[in-house]
C-alpha cells in the first residue's frame, strides 16, 4: 500500500515563498502529484514529478527525491488567492493503478 | 469540453435508503476512481476501474458498490445509506492511472439523516 504524510497546517504572507512537505511510504514508487482544493471546490492538478529533482510551472515548483521518499510543493510570490488545500497524491498498489493521497495541508495567505 | 461530470450535485437521503452516483467523463479515460472527503480525513479511495467492465476496491469500499458499464460512466452505489456515509463524493478520471493527471468532478455532498 501507501501512504502521504504532510503537516495539516501552513500559513505564510502575502509575497513570501512557502514549502509544503510531503513523505511518502508505499510498496511501490511511480511518481509524486500535487493538487490544489479552494474550500468548495473539486481538486485540481498542479504538477507531477516522476523523477529526482525540481519541476518549476510558474510560481509553482515541486521537488521530489526517491532516496528519500520525499518531495515538496514550493510556492513563492504568494497570493491571497492561493489560500487552499493541497495535496501531495501518488499512485500505489499493483502497478499504478490507484491514486492515493495525503490528508492535505491547509495553507492560509495573511496580509 | 465537459471533462468529469457528476450528478446529483447535493442530495439528503434517510438511513436504510439507496441511491447512486453517476459519473460521466467525455476524454476516453481508461482510469475511473470514486473518492469521499471528510474534514480532516482528505481523500479515501472508495472503489476504481482501470478500463470498461472492470472495478476495484480501495481504501474504504465497505457499503459501496459500483459499476462500470461503458467506459465513460463510473456509477457508485449505496444500498442501505447510513449516517457515516453522510461525506462530500468526488470522481475521477485519468488517462494512465496514478502516472498522470486526475481530472475531477464538481463533487457530490451527500447527507444521511
Known amino acids: 500500500g501507501q501512504s502521504l504524510e504532510q503537516p495539516s497546517e501552513v500559513t505564510a504572507v502575502e509575497g513570501a515563498i512557502v514549502q509544503i512537505n510531503c513523505t511518502y511510504q508505499t510498496s511501490g514508487f511511480y511518481g509524486l502529484s500535487w493538487y490544489q482544493q479552494h474550500d468548495g471546490g473539486a481538486p485540481t492538478f498542479l504538477s507531477y514529478?516522476?523523477?529526482?529533482g525540481l519541476e518549476e510551472t510558474g510560481r509553482f515548483s515541486s521537488f521530489l527525491s526517491r532516496s528519500d521518499s520525499y518531495g515538496y510543493l514550493l510556492l513563492q510570490e504568494l497570493q491571497m488567492k492561493d489560500s487552499a488545500s493541497y495535496f501531495c497524491a501518488g499512485p500505489g498498489g499493483a502497478g499504478s493503478y490507484q491514486l492515493t493521497f495525503g490528508k492535505g495541508t491547509k495553507l492560509s495567505v495573511i496580509p | 469540453n465537459a471533462g468529469v461530470t457528476q450528478t446529483p450535485k447535493f442530495r439528503v437521503l434517510k438511513t436504510g435508503q439507496s441511491m447512486t452516483l453517476l459519473c460521466a467523463q467525455d476524454?476516453?479515460?481508461?482510469?475511473m476512481y470514486w473518492y469521499r472527503q471528510d474534514p480532516g480525513m482528505g481523500l479515501r479511495l472508495i472503489h476504481y476501474?482501470?478500463?470498461?467492465?472492470?472495478?476495484a476496491k480501495g481504501e474504504v469500499p465497505d457499503g459501496y458498490n459500483v459499476s462500470r458499464l461503458k467506459k465513460q460512466n463510473f456509477l457508485l452505489g449505496l444500498e442501505s445509506a447510513a449516517p457515516s456515509q453522510t461525506s462530500v463524493y468526488f470522481c475521477?478520471?485519468?488517462?494512465?492511472?496514478?502516472?498522470?493527471?486526475?481530472?475531477f468532478g464538481q463533487g457530490t455532498r451527500l447527507t444521511v439523516v
Open positions: 514529478n516522476a523523477l529526482d
Open positions: 475521477a478520471s485519468s488517462e494512465d492511472g496514478g502516472n498522470t493527471e486526475a481530472f
Open positions: 476501474s482501470v478500463g470498461e467492465g472492470t472495478t
Open positions: 476524454m476516453n479515460h481508461e482510469y
